[in-house]
């Protein structure tokens, strides 16, 4: 069967694999950082709760990540220095962010984490890197759920233009 047998954690990474392992546990241990951060300026309970769950996420993907990284002779990159805690009213009114703005931050860092494991699990040719990809894409998946539902009931979802039917189109217009 050659070099690749049925037993996928025992196969070597190829140089793609290899960088994008590394990669995304750069960019998960920086999100992690900016997900502390952002939770200083949070004044909003649920949206802590949505922030500590992205939290751990990050924390769990840059750990299974580094741990594949070590297991094939590769040195994760390093972990970032703890942030120092800051009260939100210590945060000046000009530089602090606003709950509303926070949730479109970790919105959109959902959905494009959702689209760089599309593109991992799509370059994979070991089975356990693209079944640890297609993970970690249901959890983003879920946490983003969580953050549009959370914007919807709390009024911080800012709708894009709808698009009416011609029909209603013409009864505006009169």
Known sequence: MGILGRNSKKEP???GEAYDVWLYSMGAKGCGSRYRA???????????????DMIKQVELEAAECDEILVHNGIVP?????QRPEAKLENIP????????????????????????????????IRE??????????????TIGL??????K???WLILPPQV???TQLEESRT
């Open 93 to 124: 009114v000009g530089a602090r962010f606003s709950d509303m703005e926070i949730v479109g931050m970790l919105s959109a860092e959902a959905a494009a984490g959702l689209i760089l494991c599309s593109q991992i699990m799509g370059k994979s």
């Open 13 to 15: 990474l190829h140089y």
């Open 77 to 81: 990159s390093p972990s970032l220095p």
């Open 146 to 151: 969580k953050a549009l539902h959370l914007s």
């Open 38 to 52: 952002l939770k200083f300026h949070a004044g909003d309970k649920e949206l802590k709760d949505v922030i500590d």
């Open 153 to 155: 009931e709390k009024g």
């Open 164 to 166: 009416l039917e011609r």
């Open 128 to 141: 356990d890197i693209g079944v640890l990809f297609a993970k970690y894409h249901a959890l983003k998946a």
